[in-house]
């Protein structure tokens, strides 16, 4: 008999190991392909399953400050605002000279924002459970109940705002298939409403091409960033609903729907004022697209437009106390609140936080040296001078980048030659490059599309790295998780833009 020859033998074994090893090492990857749009409403249902199981399990842990009296954690702070907001007038929220708030005991000191959602679950919870929301009679209430009702607030949240956010973000960003021309028109100046339903034409269009696994992925990591769940889902905050505003900002103003990308970055910083850290990029980044403009006349409209939409809503979320002001010919009312966001009164830093004062404290005593005020303004001075590099660079990439995406020259002699060859050749030849040009011109804007993305998320993780470490100590010591989730999110972007 005639004996196969080992050479082969080897050979297929050794291709047969090979091929699946590989195939093992790509099963993985595989879960997140979609082909087809079935295939890719059903990944989006896993991705979903498996963010809301994280959540599931990471609540079932002790909350910080459980059965640990007399303040009980940020869980009991959250809790106590919603009781606080339904109970007393709404002129009493952040004043504290009244005997009905006890500012002492968790008093109110985030933006109006903040007090209007803890506003509005304090009106559901009443419902539910009234107990966990009778003020002064439910200190460190923590019922199975309340806590599960205070849980699934946190993962509503997400599952309504932030994880939404970071799909619209990661379908456009890693999007490989053109828009079509109809739908991806510039809405820079456009209306409210005009540039939000664009925006949702764009979104539902991108949802119905096929979605590659670098998308899928990005949500994945991202949505199951560790310091983001454990502060929200175990420590017990609502970090995600100020992260989904901006990062909905950052992707209007990627794809020039600026008015919607103000009015989203203004609904963060009224709801948590940690987002003060992004403000200085967010401006150079619309200061650098105003001054992109052609001529005056198109500048001092964009810039009226985008300025009337930040006053209009800062007032719109401010009208209670303005309205209290002008009633009262005073100040007060405005001021009572920035007080409590802003408590300069409380030093230069506290012993449980983390930045260059207090790095330094051991050698150099600021507090016995220099009085608060001077303090603060050595801090204003340092954090300035720290963030001033990001900001500059964000406005001159930018401001690169529109005048070259806008600017026609080098187009229209492209263009003059082409015509001139065009009369040679022939009709087909023609229509061939028409069609090359298209998806030329749709590459380009979907490269000026990244570009932006990319300019703002690194000018902000420039940015609030220089808050961090300079600011003056007003805000707790968990916000440092924000620098490090921009630093996650540019460590997974460039992860999957690597060529593989």
């Keep these: 008999m005639r004996r196969p020859p080992t050479a082969a033998v080897s050979s297929s074994s050794s291709s047969s190991s090979s091929s699946s090893s590989s195939s093992s090492s790509s099963s993985f990857f595989s879960l997140f392909e979609s082909s087809t749009k079935r295939h890719a409403v059903l990944v989006l249902l896993l991705l979903a399953l498996v963010q809301l199981l994280v959540r599931v399990v990471l609540s079932l842990s002790p909350h910080s400050g459980q059965h640990r009296g007399p303040l009980f954690g940020d869980y009991e702070a959250q809790r106590h605002w919603m009781e606080l907001t339904r109970s007393i007038p709404i002129s009493d929220w952040y004043v504290g000279e009244t005997p009905q708030n006890d500012l002492l005991y968790w008093g109110l000191d985030y933006p109006p924002l903040t007090a209007f959602w803890s506003l509005l679950c304090g009106k559901i919870f009443w419902f539910l459970e009234p107990d966990m929301v009778q003020l002064y009679e439910s200190r460190g209430y923590d019922s199975t109940y309340s806590k599960f009702l205070m849980r699934l607030s946190v993962i509503i949240t997400d599952f309504f705002l932030y994880l939404p956010s970071l799909f619209a973000f990661s379908y456009f960003f890693f999007s490989t298939s053109p828009l079509s021309s109809s739908s991806s028109t510039p809405a820079s100046s456009s209306g409210f409403f005009s540039g939000l339903q664009s925006s949702c034409k764009l979104f539902w269009q991108s949802l119905k091409t096929s979605n590659s696994y670098q998308r899928n992925l990005f949500v994945f990591f991202v949505a199951l960033q560790p310091a983001l769940l454990l502060i929200d889902h175990v420590h017990f905050q609502y970090n995600s609903t100020s992260l989904g505003f901006c990062i909905l900002s950052v992707f209007f103003l990627a794809f020039e729907f600026d008015v919607l990308g103000s009015f989203f970055f203004c609904l ?233």
């Excluded at 065009?422 to 298209?438: L, P, Y």
């Design 268 to 500: 963060a910083l009224n709801y948590k004022h940690l987002s003060l850290y992004y403000s200085p990029i967010f401006f150079a980044f619309l200061l650098a697209k105003i001054y992109s403009k052609k001529n005056w006349k198109e500048r001092v409209t964009h810039f009226i437009v985008i300025g009337g939409t930040v006053i209009l809503t800062f007032c719109l979320l401010w009208s209670p106390w303005i309205y209290l002001s002008i009633q009262s010919k005073s100040l007060a009312p405005v001021l009572a609140v920035v007080n409590r966001i802003f408590p300069v009164k409380r030093g230069l830093f506290e012993d449980k936080v983390s930045n260059l004062w207090v790095a330094i404290s051991p050698v150099i005593k600021l507090k016995q040296i220099l009085s608060p005020h001077h303090c603060f303004l050595l801090s204003l001075v340092v954090t300035l001078i720290g963030i001033l590099p990001s900001s500059v660079l964000t406005y001159i990439t930018t401001y690169r980048l529109l005048i070259n995406h806008n600017n026609p020259n080098s187009k229209k002699k492209n263009n003059n030659n082409d015509n001139k060859n065009s009369k040679k050749s022939e009709n087909n030849k023609n229509t061939n490059k028409n069609k090359n040009k298209g998806e030329d011109g749709e590459r380009e804007k979907r490269i000026q599309r990244q570009m932006r993305m990319m300019v703002l998320l690194n000018g902000v993780t420039s940015c609030s790295l220089s808050f961090f470490y300079f600011l003056f100590k007003f805000m707790r010591k968990q916000f440092y998780f924000h620098f490090y989730q921009s630093l996650y999110w540019l460590f997974i972007l460039l992860l999957l833009l690597l060529p593989p």
